[in-house]
């Protein structure tokens, strides 16, 4: 979709219903807490290779601003 591989691109998403996929697939993913997805929170740390609880932390931690 966006030209990029599997290996270059880092998927973000919020809810684990809609993560599966790119997981089964083979892309990397980094979870985003959502405070209205209660009960998934686990399951999103366990399967993604990062998990932030905002964006700030995510910039941080991936461009280390």
Known sequence: L???GK???LIFE???YA???AL???F???GMFDKHAK???KEMKESCLYYFYNW???KETLLGE
């Open 28 to 30: 990397k993913a980094a």
């Open 19 to 21: 993560l599966k996929p």
């Open 24 to 26: 089964k697939v083979g």
């Open 7 to 9: 290996d270059d691109t």
């Open 2 to 4: 966006i030209g990029t």
């Open 39 to 41: 009960g998934t929170e």
């Open 56 to 58: 700030k932390e995510a």
């Open 14 to 16: 919020d809810a684990i």
